[in-house]
């Protein structure tokens, strides 16, 4: 068996249309554009890529692209007075703060200072209450895509055993909720679990965020089951070069699972095109709006 992969980049780029089309609908019969604001602290070489992958795609997806980039000795006082004049100001829908901050930062904070209407990273404590609750929540963009991922393979989702290895507030607890909500039975792991590999093996479901390169082998996997790996690490490879890998040893996996994420090119493009996604509801919602389906 050779699973079938599962092209992360062709469901981004839908998803990317998709908003594009609700971005043209609301400026032409409602007579506005959704705005994104990205606050970026400091000079992270890879926050930075990200943050300018991130406007540039809204402005492909008719977005209205804001950024605001700090030192960073930036203070924390100075960070949150910026987020509240982000918080109301009309023209925006959609606020996110770069993570990693400074030390002198206390993350928890920013998140919590955040409008939970404008809040499209879904980290607010409202939204992940909500999540869990089963209320309208705008959802972190990592998992919301490994979820339409896993639709676009599998179609229903319900009665299927899933495993979420890892258990961060970006990934691996609001995976688990989504999961929950689509009636899967859900295991969520992590580094203390008991005899992880066994734990895997009975799933039909797999979802590797433990941030750890290669960590499950393809003899931990279901024969059949579908493998979504959002892990990315970079590897020494020749020549002085590095080579990026996931938290599953591809090949091994591939040989076993009946459907498999890559990576580079399965999760990672879905993140921001969900980003885009959430802007776009959120704009809706701020309005009152029904807004189109995404």
Known sequence: MVAR????????????ARVA???????AQHGFVPGLAAVLVGDDPASDIYVRGKGKAAIAAGIASFEHRLPASTSERHLLDLVLRLNNDPAIDGIL???????????QRVIETVDPAKDVDGFHPQNVGRLWSGGRALVPGTPYGCLMLLQATLGSLAGAEAVVIGRSNIVGKPMAALLLAENCTVTLAHSKSRDLPLIVRR????????????LVRGAWIKPGATVIDVGTTR???EGGKTRLVGDVAFAEAQAVAGAITPVPGGVGPMTIAC???????AACRRRGLAGPAL
């Open 21 to 27: 089309a609700a971005a043209a609908e609301l400026k």
């Open 235 to 237: 590897l020494p490879a």
């Open 5 to 16: 992969l599962i092209d992360g980049r062709a469901e981004a780029a839908a998803l990317r």
């Open 97 to 107: 703060v770069q993570l990693p901050l400074p030390p002198q930062i206390a993350p």
């Open 275 to 281: 980003l885009l996604r959430n802007t776009a509801i």
């Open 203 to 214: 799933a039909d479901i797999v979802v590797a965020a433990a941030g750890r390169a290669e």
